[in-house]
């Protein structure tokens, strides 16, 4: 549309995973008759007792007399002051930090804050530099490539792969003979752990590229809209990280209210006022009903009980029925792994010399009555040629363990036969 301005044209592109979800409504909406196992939902299953939790907390906050001030009248840009104050009280005690208020921002969503922070940090100065906006491991959440007015900005990293042949298990690794962090770079981001990989970087991993950011003062993004302590989508032992160029991120949008857009951004009071200022001019502020249930569900303590004993036990149960299912199913002599699953609430699997593209594999499971999401749409900010992007599928751990086997029985065949046309 020649009417549209640079940034008009950037942000109405339909982006990464948006672009395959129209596909897969088409195809759920004309599916004449066929019964589709959809594993390509994002969206988190309604656990009972996790929506009791948010109708309990919406129950206690109706009837108090905080209500109006709640919804009947404007707050301050930086969010609903009780939130910032118990989500300070709970990482302080749980982590030994010293936050203050100071510390802290909710935003609509943690997409929002992704968009702040590349269009912030990233893009052309006022000199007209480009500041790159870094993912050091690529794949990683597509919406990392639409949030930025400049595209040309985002620049992400091949992995280096620890492959388990025998146990066709694989894991990225940050690759850091290749990562590059110079002045140049405007902000680093990545998801710990991982949408779509279910990855979740060491300790030391983190602490590493922290260091490499920290001396060009350049802040790094840690997207934990999987992490603990809510929704505590970790399936192996994980701590968050924390530092001066360190925005640690979180959504609730995993712990039940991603209707609500609940984003959580905790850093250096420096860094915090300049994503404040950019909401500010967006949107005023974050709409202050999730805020005040959310409140509510952090200050009591039970959003972090019903994450670990609830949400987390639910997902890290279904990876393991994909994992097993797979196990007996795929051909032992065919060349697929599966990403080790340590979390998030996708399995990633990919395959080695796949003689179709992932895209044509996608189109081949819908024969069979199966959706997953094609891999090559999680990589964004990765220019260069790289097979592998066209040899995996991310596989949503949204559905019931029985279509989960079905699936991944239905996925094994086609496979294998693919493999055999070649
Ligand atoms: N980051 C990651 C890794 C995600 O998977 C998602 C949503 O799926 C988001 C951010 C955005 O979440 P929200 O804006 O709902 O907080």
Same mark, same amino acid.
């Given at each position: 549309?020649?009417?549209?301005?640079?940034?008009?044209?950037?942000?109405?592109?339909?982006?990464?995973?948006?672009?395959?979800?129209?596909?897969?409504?088409?195809?759920?909406?004309?599916?004449?008759?066929?019964?589709?196992?959809?594993?390509?939902?994002?969206?988190?299953?309604?656990?009972?007792?996790?929506?009791?939790?948010? !109708?309990?907390?919406?129950? *206690? +906050?109706?009837?108090?007399? &905080?209500? =109006?001030? /709640? #919804?009947?009248?404007?707050?301050?840009?930086?969010?609903?002051?009780?939130?910032?104050?118990?989500?300070?009280?709970?990482?302080?005690?749980?982590?030994?930090?010293?936050?203050?208020?100071?510390?802290?921002?909710?935003?609509?969503?943690?997409?929002?804050?992704?968009?702040?922070?590349?269009?912030?940090?990233?893009?052309?100065?006022?000199?007209?530099?480009?500041?790159?906006?870094?993912?050091?491991?690529?794949?990683?959440?597509?919406?990392?490539?639409?949030?930025?007015?400049?595209?040309?900005?985002?620049?992400?990293?091949?992995?280096?792969?620890?492959?388990?042949?025998?146990?066709?298990?694989?894991?990225? !690794?940050?690759?850091?003979? *290749? +990562?590059?962090?110079?002045? &140049?770079? =405007?902000? /680093? #981001?990545?998801?710990?752990?991982?949408?779509?990989?279910?990855?979740?970087?060491?300790?030391?991993?983190?602490?590493?590229?922290?260091?490499?950011?920290?001396?060009?003062?350049?802040?790094?993004?840690?997207?934990?809209?999987?992490?603990?302590?809510?929704?505590?989508?970790?399936?192996?032992?994980?701590?968050?990280?924390?530092?001066?160029?360190?925005?640690?991120?979180?959504?609730?949008?995993?712990?039940?209210?991603?209707?609500?857009?609940?984003?959580?951004?905790?850093?250096?009071?420096?860094?915090?006022?300049?994503?404040?200022?950019?909401?500010?001019?967006?949107?005023?502020?974050?709409?202050?009903?999730?805020?005040?249930?959310?409140?509510?569900?952090?200050?009591?303590?039970?959003?972090?009980?019903?994450?670990?004993?609830?949400?987390r036990p639910y997902y890290a149960s279904k990876f393991d029925v994909l994992e097993n299912t797979l196990d007996q199913s795929m051909p032992e002599e065919l060349p697929w792994f599966l990403h080790r699953g340590e979390g998030a609430i996708f399995a990633w699997l990919w395959l080695q010399d796949l003689p179709i593209?992932?895209?044509?594999?996608?189109?081949?499971?819908?024969?069979?009555?199966?959706?997953?999401?094609?891999?090559?749409?999680?990589?964004?900010?990765?220019?260069?040629?790289?097979?592998?992007?066209?040899?995996?599928?991310?596989?949503s751990l949204t559905a019931s363990n029985e279509e989960i086997e079905v699936a991944m029985q239905r996925l094994a065949k086609v496979v294998q036969s693919v493999y055999q046309r070649s």
């Amino acid at each position: 549309n020649p009417n549209l301005s640079q940034f008009g044209t950037q942000m109405s592109n339909l982006t990464g995973v948006r672009a395959i979800m129209k596909d897969i409504i088409e195809t759920l909406r004309t599916g004449e008759g066929q019964d589709f196992i959809n594993l390509s939902a994002g969206n988190p299953v309604i656990l009972p007792e996790v929506e009791q939790l948010w !109708r309990d907390c919406t129950e *206690q +906050l109706l009837a108090s007399s &905080e209500y =109006g001030e /709640v #919804i009947c009248r404007y707050g301050s840009s930086q969010g609903y002051q009780p939130l910032i104050e118990a989500i300070a009280n709970d990482f302080n005690q749980r982590y030994g930090l010293n936050l203050t208020e100071r510390n802290i921002l909710i935003t609509p969503g943690s997409q929002s804050i992704y968009f702040y922070a590349t269009n912030a940090f990233g893009g052309y100065t006022t000199s007209g530099k480009l500041k790159q906006v870094v993912l050091p491991l690529s794949p990683d959440y597509t919406g990392y490539g639409g949030v930025c007015l400049t595209p040309e900005a985002v620049v992400a990293y091949k992995p280096a792969l620890e492959i388990d042949e025998k146990a066709h298990h694989f894991k990225y !690794r940050p690759d850091f003979s *290749q +990562l590059t962090i110079t002045e &140049e770079t =405007g902000c /680093v #981001i990545f998801s710990r752990p991982c949408n779509p990989t279910g990855n979740v970087l060491t300790q030391e991993e983190v602490k590493k590229i922290a260091d490499l950011a920290a001396s060009f003062d350049v802040p790094v993004l840690i997207d934990s809209a999987y992490a603990p302590p809510f929704p505590a989508l970790n399936f192996t032992e994980m701590t968050p990280v924390f530092g001066s160029n360190i925005i640690h991120c979180m959504s609730l949008s995993k712990a039940g209210l991603p209707g609500e857009r609940v984003g959580i951004a905790i850093g250096d009071p420096k860094l915090i006022g300049i994503l404040e200022s950019f909401q500010t001019n967006l949107c005023i502020h974050s709409p202050r009903y999730g805020q005040a249930i959310a409140a509510r569900a952090i200050a009591s303590g039970a959003l972090a009980k019903i994450s670990s004993n609830i949400i987390r036990p639910y997902y890290a149960s279904k990876f393991d029925v994909l994992e097993n299912t797979l196990d007996q199913s795929m051909p032992e002599e065919l060349p697929w792994f599966l990403h080790r699953g340590e979390g998030a609430i996708f399995a990633w699997l990919w395959l080695q010399d796949l003689p179709i593209t992932d895209w044509e594999l996608y189109q081949e499971l819908k024969k069979v009555g199966v959706i997953v999401v094609p891999g090559s749409t999680f990589f964004p900010g990765l220019r260069e040629d790289w097979s592998h992007k066209q040899q995996c599928l991310r596989i949503s751990l949204t559905a019931s363990n029985e279509e989960i086997e079905v699936a991944m029985q239905r996925l094994a065949k086609v496979v294998q036969s693919v493999y055999q046309r070649s």
